[in-house]
């Protein structure tokens, strides 16, 4: 065991990272929003973390502390007029926000290095820092489900129409949605800054913007478990089979195609709903047995009328 | 002032190329209003197809690149067919609709590094004869002619196209609404493979004329001038063909002036500050066509 962690260290690390970029990318898509930001806020985060280390001297968490407020800042600053618009074009302003960001890494060469990036930051991350993290991030999310703004951002979700004729505003969630994602990605591009020795403009581009995406809706935007399992399955994949890692881009590709066509909430998703009315039909059956009362009315728990009854009481 | 006018006709030339590739863009976005990131990946593959019969099978350029285009427009349908159209008929959230065009950018671009062997392929320099034309101290080179030439009569083609046959009169209508459209008998599949050929075969021009300003054809573009067709029909107002034709032609002068005035390293950056200040002044872009298509509790911006 001792000799697998050892070899496998930077992979996990590296897995670790990821699952809390995933994180950030989920918030919004659960809450309906079609933000691609992700990985420019991580790259605010990381440089300014960055900066605030090399630059100022100030001390890892705080700087830590730093490169989130930072993000987040930024995130609402975006998701202010964008939460006003339809999906397809925060999708479009946003990816362009994430190459303007990248752009100004290459340019502002004083500030940022330029192509090289920022270099010499200390290695003070620890693996169970990362793991902290995810599990922070994850317990966060798991109990959004259980607040007012969670189930606001699942009614947004599920079926936007809906949700606003029951009195939810959609700007004013999809705006909250907008600063937790900041404030994941800040996070997870602290960390990357303080785990990877340095941060550089490639990192923070068009393709690891399409890899985050890719995680989260091959694993399913619905349940938390989506975001984790979607990462590690795809960062592991090519370390254990190698013709996978050689034909990548293209098994990658016609996957994403067949999810969005046939599996349309993504793996986990997917098997949860099936798992679910399996047991649903199930306990039909067996109840049907022993007094054959009429058939369940539904099988899946209320979300939606319960963000609804809440907003009716407000 | 020579100078001036040098990087004048510089601009107008690439930004014709630019043109070409962003109408073709806005054409599907405004038609069955699916945002095909792929775009940037068609392109690319027209101009790669062109490069290697110019180059490995020694055919002339202008077969070249008829057949370039007729293979990008091929891909644009077939796209369309495997995933757009599945995507439709489930009514899958637009959302989708990107995640699977992204999908087709991994494959596209992969299956061209493999076949370019990951290097830059470049037009044999036979294939142009590189006569120069001075006008009054401005260099015309024949390339840039030619490039201007075909980009306007391709431009000038689709919008009479547009204007005055019937398939172009059902693509419009189906533009403003296809439920209503097809009420009237107008098949809109057929105006699906229209759209997105016409959009592919622009693409993979766009591609080749690209491929030829620069003379260097190479896997990764694709992303790049996908991001300078997203400016452009930001720009341009989605769905709105003037408007992307002129987005295009400003992009590339305001990129040949950067180069020629201030840096060449700062021409990559210019139009996505452009981008920015327009997201910033009016978040909804210039996104003039369709403004009235919001969801409901978005206020009108």
Known sequence: ?314 | MTRFVQLLVDGIATGAAYSLFAVGFTLVFGVNRILNLAHGAVFMAGAMIAVLLVDRASIPFLPALLIGMVAAGAINVLLDIVAFRQLARRQAPEFAAVTASIGAILIITNISQRVSDTSVQRFPPEAFPGSVIDVGGVQLTLIRLVIVLVAAVLAGGLILYLRSTLYGKQLRATAVSEATSSLLGINPGAVRLQAFFISGALAGAGGVLIGVAFNNVNFAMGDLYLLYGLVAIVFGGMGSVGGALTAGIVIGIVQSFTVGYLSSQLSDAVPFVLLALILLVRPSGLFTVFTSERRVGRAAA
């Open chain 1, 1 to 314: 065991v001792n000799q697998f962690w050892i070899s496998n260290k930077p992979l996990i690390e590296a897995i670790l990272i990821n699952i809390g970029l995933a994180f950030s990318q989920y918030v919004v898509l659960r809450a309906g929003v079609f933000s691609v930001a992700t990985i420019g806020l991580a790259g605010v985060g990381g440089y300014t973390a960055g900066l605030c280390s090399l630059r100022l001297g100030l001390p890892y968490p705080v700087a830590l502390l730093g490169g989130m407020a930072m993000s987040t800042g930024v995130s609402l600053l975006l998701g202010w007029p964008l939460s006003r618009l339809r999906g397809i074009f925060q999708a479009v302003a946003t990816l362009a926000f994430v190459l303007v960001l990248q752009t100004m890494m290459l340019d502002l060469t004083g500030l940022t290095g330029g192509s090289f990036g920022l270099n010499g930051i200390p290695r003070e991350v620890q693996t169970w820092h990362l793991m902290l993290a995810v599990v922070v991030m994850a317990f966060l999310l798991v109990n959004l489900g259980r607040t007012r703004p969670g189930r606001a951002f699942d009614a947004i979700g599920g079926d936007e129409t809906a949700a606003v004729t029951h009195g939810i505003s959609v700007r004013r969630y999809q705006f909250m949605a907008f600063g937790l994602s900041g404030l994941f990605a800040g996070l997870s591009g602290g960390l990357l800054a303080f785990q990877n020795y340095s941060v550089e403009p490639t990192q923070f581009g068009f393709a690891p913007t399409i890899d985050v995406l890719i995680y989260v809706v091959l694993g399913g935007t619905v349940s938390v478990l989506g975001p984790i399992v979607g990462t590690t399955v795809f960062m592991a994949l090519p370390e254990v089979a190698r013709p996978f890692a050689a034909n990548r881009d293209i098994i990658v590709g016609v996957v994403l195609i067949f999810v969005v066509i046939y599996l349309q909430d993504g793996v986990v998703d997917s098997l949860r709903r099936l798992w679910r009315d399996r047991r649903a039909r199930r306990a039909r059956e067996r109840r049907d047995g022993a007094d054959a009362g009429p058939p369940l009315a539904w099988s899946s728990p209320p979300t939606t009328p319960q963000a609804v009854k809440d907003h009716a009481e407000a």
